[in-house]
């Protein structure tokens, strides 16, 4: 790479950071382009060369963290788990936790967990259709509501500081996935 890609590189990547140090205080109608820029150090065309908005800086951040279907790891089917992927899931958000916990948190992008189950949801859909008989449009509303379940957990967990360790968190989703919640609070 050229030492001009390089510095292009960084601009955008400092106008990222600094338009995430804002994201993190504030809510994004709260900040403005000069916002990111005095933070940058940079002037607002050159924002304009990589970014039309506010918005659009937003919208970079979370398409690089949700995975292509290539980017994801591969998905195990066993018993202990219920086909689900629990184990990679925990890989992707710790991965990416100080996004997630941010952008899935209760100041963040309401759409951004939407856009997540979309991209993971199919993978999983096929490897769990895969030469079996099951309903499709079943097997559908289980998984929204497992993924939904499980990025709600893990965004809980990781917004407080009393808390499971990971292991232990590990372990009450997959009791709950193979025992279900009733049993859980039946104890």
């Not at 790479?1 to 990547?13: A, E, G, V, Y």
């Not at 994801?72 to 958000?93: C, R, S």
């Not at 916990?101 to 993971?120: C, E, M, Q, R, Y």
Request: hydrophobic fraction near 35%; charged fraction near 25%.
């Amino acid at each position: 790479m050229s030492k001009r890609q390089d510095i292009t590189l960084q601009t955008k990547q400092n106008i990222i950071d600094a338009f995430w140090t804002l994201y993190c205080e504030k809510r994004i109608e709260k900040i403005t382009i000069k916002d990111i820029t005095n933070k940058a150090g940079y002037n607002r065309g050159t924002f304009y060369e990589y970014f039309k908005d506010v918005y659009d800086v937003l919208e970079h951040i979370e398409n690089s963290l949700i995975p292509s279907i290539n980017e994801l790891p591969p998905i195990t089917i066993g018993t202990e788990t219920l086909g689900m992927p629990t184990n990679a899931l925990f890989e992707l958000y710790e991965k990416n936790s100080k996004y997630y916990s941010v952008l899935l948190g209760d100041s963040g992008d309401p759409a951004f967990a939407s856009k997540l189950k979309k991209t993971i949801k199919p993978m999983i859909m096929q490897e769990l259709l895969n030469g079996q008989d099951t309903n499709p449009v079943e097997m559908d509303y289980i998984l929204e509501y497992t993924l939904s379940a499980m990025i709600g957990i893990m965004s809980y967990w990781s917004s407080h500081t009393d808390r499971f360790s990971e292991a232990q968190l590990h372990e009450l989703i997959n009791r709950l996935m193979q025992q279900g919640v009733a049993k859980q609070l039946s104890k």
